[in-house]
């Protein structure tokens, strides 16, 4: 932990922020369709809360009704709690097709007492292995907690709790493919993946546990709209019939940018921009944009 008292303002900031609750209400009635586990997902109180479940025969799984074409995408989550090791529960998004892009927070399973593992990874016209992964700061199968992806022409950035943990910067200049000409759907789904979740695939799925249930409330979408006739944005601007087009051109200014390096600096576990033995002959030429500690 870093000891000086700037250090110390970060992490009573960020301890702080975790706990703050964002005032909207989405309703999933309207925003999302169940589609796959046989009635394990289900849209509760009126369209304010949606649960996903998994057996030891299914998972189940949700989907966006509309597809996006940059915007900041919130949601609040509260994952399973107890013994969750072997389970995944998966929040991302995604375009079709061999050369899709796609934007994900994967949460792996855990054995009680040890914390969560918060994935993350970036595909570009198809390729991925932009791994990064942090320990969370909290419990967040206690309450539920915001877990925000904001997608520009500039950049993606993730955030939890509005406290940014990584920044994937657009990179086309340097021959990196950026995705911005495939509209995305939102997914989440919880499913079993005891083959490699926890510890490798060393500890499998206790199902003496399930059902397992994840809790999802409170999605918010600031964000372009795709349809048949293209997107609800022009070119190079926001929708034109939105109230707060800020995340269109937002950027880190200097205070996040600070707290983003202490969350990579005592909390990130894992930077595919780091493993030198996975990329001996040089890292991915992304890697050089990349906001480290």
Known sequence: MATSSCSRMLMVSLLLSSFIVVSFAGNFNQDFDITWGDGRGKILNNGKLLTLSLDKPSGSGLQSKNQYLFGKIDMQLKLVPGNSAGTVTAYYLSSQGPTHDEIDFEFLGNVSGDPYILHTNVFSQGKGNR??????????????????????????????????????????????????????????????????????????????????????????????????????????????????????????DSTSQGRMKWVQKNYMIYNYCADTKRFPQGFPPECATTNLA
């Open 131 to 252: 791994e990064q992964q942090f320990y969370l700061w909290f419990d967040p199968t206690a309450d539920f907690h915001t877990y925000s992806i904001l997608w520009n022409p500039k950049s993606i950035l993730f955030s939890v709790d509005g406290t940014p943990i990584r920044e994937f910067k657009n990179s086309e200049s340097k021959g990196v493919p950026f995705p911005k000409n495939q509209p995305m759907r939102i997914y989440s789904s919880l499913w079993n993946a005891d083959d490699w979740a926890t510890r490798g695939g060393l500890v499998k799925t206790d199902w003496s546990h399930a059902p397992f249930t994840a809790s999802y409330r409170n999605f918010k979408a600031d964000a372009c709209v795709w349809s048949s006739s293209g997107s609800s944005c022009k070119a190079n601007s926001p929708p034109s019939g939105s109230k707060n087009n800020a995340w269109f051109s937002q950027q880190l």
